[in-house]
T-cell receptor
Framework: AQSVAQPEDQVNVAEGNPLTVKCTYSVSGNPYLFWYVQYPNRGLQFLLKYITGDNLVKGSYGFEAEFNKSQTSFHLKKPSALVSDSALYFC??????????FGTGTRLKVLA | DTGVSQNPRHKITKRGQNVTFRCDPISEHNRLYWYRQTLGQGPEFLTY????????KSRLLSDRFSAERPKGSFSTLEIQRTEQGDSAMYLC???????????????FGPGTRLTVL
């Protein structure tokens, strides 16, 4: 079965420190991978995606993600966290069809 | 604001009643998706429209759920004979296809929160 796993329900990081939010997937073929962020009372917002090419993808708000095919992972990273980055982050995968599969989300808390 | 809009934002209903939600996608987007999100979970795919054609409906949906997109613009999601298990956030998203493959980012609306008493 196709799936996306976000193993951490919550990640706490101090402001200014680097952050990583983990995502692994199980999809046949060459998937397309996405990260979305959800702020309270707002819809999900697209951050970045991997289609093909360079394994390091840069996105909005200084976020980047690294695609690792051998480990089937797509971890979200940021070199220096901001308090305003505190939100709910979702990893998603498209196996090339319209049926996008989302992870359960990771709550990021950046402490001042 | 030219983003995806959803109405109503909140709906409280009694078990057994019918409810209808509306989604207005970004005007030039011809792909439209409905998702359901419960607490602690990510969005679960419900159905997909390419223009006015409903191309896929999740097996998660019972026959009580129906969706339409009559003119390829706005869409409605109706739930008949609501049950307490239907309580969730219903999300709509749209996208503009860059190709025949599905790697375009989706633009989400704020959602409609349904509470069934």
């Amino acid at each position: 079965a196709q799936s996306v796993a976000q193993p951490e329900d919550q990640v706490n990081v101090a402001e200014g420190n680097p952050l990583t939010v983990k995502c692994t997937y199980s999809v046949s073929g060459n998937p397309y991978l996405f990260w979305y962020v959800q702020y309270p009372n707002r819809g999900l917002q697209f951050l970045l995606k991997y289609i093909t090419g360079d394994n390091l993808v840069k996105g909005s708000y200084g976020f980047e993600a690294e695609f690792n095919k051998s480990q089937t992972s797509f971890h979200l990273k940021k070199p220096s966290a901001l308090v305003s980055d505190s939100a709910l982050y979702f990893c998603a995968v498209s196996p090339g069809t319209y049926k996008y599969i989302f992870g359960t989300g990771t709550r990021l808390k950046v402490l001042a | 604001d030219t983003g995806v809009s959803q109405n109503p934002r909140h709906k409280i209903t009694k078990r057994g009643q019918n409810v209808t939600f509306r989604c207005d996608p970004i005007s030039e987007h011809n792909r439209l998706y409905w998702y359901r999100q419960t607490l602690g979970q990510g969005p679960e795919f419900l159905t997909y429209f390419q223009n006015e054609a409903q191309l896929e409906k999740s097996r998660l949906l019972s026959d009580r759920f129906s969706a339409e997109r009559p003119k390829g613009s706005f869409s409605t999601l109706e739930i008949q004979r609501t049950e307490q298990g239907d309580s969730a956030m219903y999300l709509c998203a749209s996208s503009s296809p860059g190709s025949l493959r599905f790697f375009d980012e989706q633009f989400f609306g704020p959602g409609t929160r349904l509470t069934v008493l």
